[in-house]
């Protein structure tokens, strides 16, 4: 299968972080990066505490249009269940506790491992679309319960929120969370032991800056970006579309570009050198599932981030382009 070979040749070309979902082509994403697992390990080519694996739960993986009877005869009708069918919202977001913890066996089992190292809560802002944000932040209360239990019994090691629009749009803006609550609320839920809370995943790319660039987030009464609002309280942040899917190819000006240097040959290559330079960002994502793309993702390895300055200036570049 294609994906299980790039992700075999990926890990082999030094990549450790691998991201999926179970919803990411229903369910075959998981199976596909399990099945490479297994087949990297059984070679001995790397160990299974080399990788980090990531996965996220909350969107329905059934494809249409079947998705909404499929939700109702798993989880509604189930005699001992508490799922209802206004726990659904928009026809493909459910983040109802016992639907959580059936999506995340499901993906232990789709990935065959015990421990799954970071499990994300997919796209939660998509309940305040339905409720009222102290309803919201009182749900994340109780899913945030359930991820500290599955930490306790090894199901996985850490968690976090894998969304678009929460961590980028201002607080006026009904689908953003507050960083600094979601962290307060984990933080209460752990007590001594210590809150798994760890981990953010938002959109950051050369067109889509927000969540390093503007003041969205409140913290000890001071208006800051979600990506310092997360280093200071100790949350690592990952960047997904990191190339914008590739919509940057042919897109970037030459004055840009130029900034980049001659080592770059690509629209792709810079658009990710961009993004992978952002300070304080643990991984920047990019989807490969060729092996020419993977050598050409990978190439940038070889070559030094960005230095401050640098990217600074190209920060500023593109903030005009963006505004004109």
């Not at 459910?94 to 997919?122: F, M, R, W």
């Not at 004055?255 to 240097?261: D, K, L, Q, T, Y």
């Not at 599932?289 to 593109?318: G, S």
Request: net charge negative; hydrophobic share 40%.
């Amino acid at each position: 299968m294609e994906s299980t070979a790039a992700v075999i040749e990926a890990v082999l070309q030094g990549v450790n972080l691998i991201d999926s979902a179970i919803n990411y082509r229903y369910q075959h994403g998981e199976l596909s990066v399990g099945k490479a697992i297994r087949q990297l390990v059984a070679s001995g080519d790397v160990s299974r505490d080399e990788l980090i694996i990531c996965t996220k739960g909350g969107v329905l993986p059934c494809q249409n249009p079947n998705h909404v009877d499929w939700f109702y005869r798993h989880y509604v009708e189930q005699n001992n269940s508490t799922v209802r069918m206004d726990h659904l919202v928009e026809e493909r977001y459910c983040i109802h506790p016992e639907y959580l913890q059936d999506q995340l066996n499901k993906s232990l089992a789709n990935l065959g491992l015990e421990t799954i190292d970071v499990y994300y809560i997919h796209n939660p802002e998509k309940q305040l679309a339905k409720v009222e944000p102290d309803i919201f932040y009182n749900q994340l209360r109780t899913i945030f319960e359930v991820m500290e239990d599955a930490v306790l019994v090894g199901k996985i090691a850490n968690y976090g929120l894998a969304t678009w629009n929460a961590f980028r749009v201002p607080p006026t803006q009904s689908d953003h969370i507050d960083l600094s609550r979601a962290k307060s609320i984990a933080r209460e839920v752990a007590g001594n032991r210590g809150d798994h809370f760890r981990f953010i995943q938002f959109p950051l790319n050369m067109a889509m800056p927000e969540a390093l660039l503007f003041p969205t987030q409140m913290l000890e009464g001071e208006q800051i970006s979600t990506m310092e609002a997360a280093d200071r309280l100790g949350i690592a942040t990952i960047a997904s579309k990191s190339i914008c899917q590739a919509q940057v190819v042919g897109q970037i000006p030459e004055n840009i570009a130029f900034v980049f240097g001659d080592r770059l040959r690509t629209d792709c290559q810079r658009a990710l050198q961009y993004t992978r330079s952002a300070p304080g960002l643990m991984s920047a994502l990019v989807g490969m599932k060729t092996p020419e793309h993977i050598r050409d993702n990978l190439a940038i390895t070889a070559i030094p981030q960005l230095e401050r300055t640098n990217f600074q200036k190209l920060t500023h570049l593109i903030a005009q382009v963006l505004n004109r």
